[in-house]
């Protein structure tokens, strides 16, 4: 059975790169900043997956884990969390400042875990455990929790605040129901996370990575279907 998890880090990739694809060309068009953020959120979870398809077909090496880490661990709900405040605030100028903050914060966490000791023996396992493979209690393993534990907090309530404030007016109902499948993917993705990966259940794991950036990606076209101006 563990040879055909590759399918689901392939699926959530390919995925993930349409979706980004689409993000980048909305940005050309409409140069929205949450769009640029979201499509950069994308990329990285599409390397990321990709990593990690790597790491199931062939077993996993040091890079493959970085890159997986970095990428799918840390970094990228940051990213559509940042984005998702250019929808709530409307303000660009403040949140231009948060901005320059997830700049600090991408490179202070690419330095650390460029240069982090691994346990290479940890590698071997189907899906390998950042507190395992860092050390439990370590700054790399641990920049998972700071970094994305409340940027998905933050992207999950800012999209239920949006959604709250479409609820009822029928002219914004489909942009009130992508809304609510984009949070419902990414937290499809969060418990897939913590429970697939925590209790090391890789089927569980990889179709969640596949299934939640599905959601995700379904939410967004539909919030756009009636609304070119999202």
């Keep these: 059975m563990l040879l055909r998890m590759w399918v689901f880090p392939l699926v959530a990739s390919v995925v993930a790169l349409v979706f980004a694809g689409l993000l980048v060309r909305r940005f050309v068009e409409r140069r929205r900043p949450y769009q640029l953020l979201w499509a950069l959120a994308m990329s990285m979870y ?121 609820r009822g007016r029928r002219e914004l109902r489909e942009r009130f129901l992508g809304t609510v499948w984009i949070a419902v993917g990414a937290t499809v993705v969060a418990a897939a996370s913590g429970i697939g990966a925590g209790f090391e259940i890789v089927p569980l794991f990889s179709a969640g990575l596949a299934a939640g950036i599905a959601l995700m990606f379904w939410g967004f076209l539909k919030a756009s279907k009636r609304h070119p101006a999202i």
């Design 46 to 166: 599409g390397a990321a997956s990709l990593a990690m398809l790597f790491g199931v077909l062939d077993g996993w090496s040091g890079a493959e884990f970085r890159i997986y880490w970095l990428l799918g661990a840390i970094l990228n709900v940051p990213y559509l969390a940042v984005g998702e405040l250019y929808i709530l605030l409307r303000r660009d100028t403040v949140v231009h400042v948060f901005v320059l903050g997830l700049i600090f914060l991408t490179a202070f966490a690419s330095s650390q875990i460029q240069t982090a000791a691994l346990d290479v023996r940890q590698l071997a396992g189907d899906l390998p455990l950042g507190k395992e493979v860092f050390g439990d209690g370590s700054l790399p393993y641990r920049l998972a929790q700071y970094y994305a534990y409340p940027a998905y907090l933050l992207l999950v309530g800012g999209c239920v605040l949006s959604a709250l404030g479409m």
